[in-house]
């Protein structure tokens, strides 16, 4: 099922593994809950599937919130306009919001889909925007690969008011390219153990019944406790009728190997 597969957090305590991840981004939040919001140029890489899209999408969820609880930092249950909105659907066009007395304009690019147009176009915007904005490129290194990133140095470099969120699968020529001006952090993956729980949490939020206890420690293996991969087996499990994870559907999947 699609939505499985696209499975963003719905809070803090969702998250399965990376914990600087997590403290970062609630540092974040926390700032600008007593009205001291900066944003910080933030580098995240690992692999691919390993939480860092949908902790960033988190993220700007808790940041937008109308009603996001000050102490836990939970949003709410799409309660608010912003939330019922759901900022990280807009597409190109991005999204504005009042936070903290300031307009702050949301910009996501998906690098593996934007044409070499498409990103111009946006940089152009970005230049002229005059007010916050908050950039997020998502699985960066994709414009390496297609020769685009030369066009994210003097934006990146110069532009004021903005806070850069970048994702990547890979390093190298992107960390030279952010190194000065951006905070470097990098995916971690939870225990067996950890992540062994986090999947009989999905297994209930789905309804997906689970054959045996061994079954979810096999996948947690399997998937080399990676979020992504794990949720695409709980996808093929929840078409099932009834729905249900099995031990011979964990060891039959194929795990692709990261880009």
């Known amino acids: 099922m699609t939505e499985i597969k696209r499975w963003i957090p719905n809070s803090w305590g969702d998250v399965v593994g990376n914990p600087d991840l997590v403290e970062h981004f609630q540092d974040i939040l ?8 900066q944003g910080l140029n933030t580098l995240v890489t690992g692999e691919s599937r390993s939480g860092k899209t949908s902790i960033v999408k988190l993220f700007i969820r808790c940041l937008y919130c109308d009603k996001l609880d000050r102490e836990t930092l939970t949003p709410c249950k799409f309660e608010c306009d912003n939330c019922r909105a759901d900022v990280n659907l807009f597409g190109l066009e ?11 304009h949301y910009l996501p690019i998906d690098c593996t889909s934007v044409s070499e147009k498409d990103l111009k176009d946006r940089l152009v915007d ?19 690969r297609r020769n685009m990133d030369e066009q994210l140095l003097k934006p990146s470099e110069e532009r004021a008011n903005t ?13 030279k390219m952010f190194k000065r001006r951006f905070v470097r952090l990098q995916t971690e993956r939870a225990s067996v ?19 045996e206890p061994s079954t979810i420690i096999r996948l947690a293996e399997r998937s080399n406790q990676s ?25 039959s999947h194929h795990f692709e190997i990261n880009d």
């Open 126 to 144: 970005l230049r002229d925007y005059g007010g916050f904005r908050i950039v997020f490129l998502d699985e960066a290194h994709r414009l390496v």
């Open 193 to 211: 153990d950890d992540f062994s729980l986090w999947l009989t949490d999905r297994c209930h939020e789905f309804e997906i019944q689970i054959d």
């Open 163 to 175: 806070m850069w969120i970048v994702t990547s699968a890979v390093t190298g020529e992107l960390e």
């Open 227 to 251: 979020p992504g991969d794990a949720l695409q087996v709980l996808s093929r499990a929840a078409i099932k009728r009834p729905k249900q994870l099995t031990r011979k559907l964990v060891e």
């Open 94 to 104: 991005g999204m504005h919001v009042r936070l903290q007395d300031r307009n702050i």
């Open 30 to 37: 926390h700032a600008s809950l007593d009205g001291e919001f």
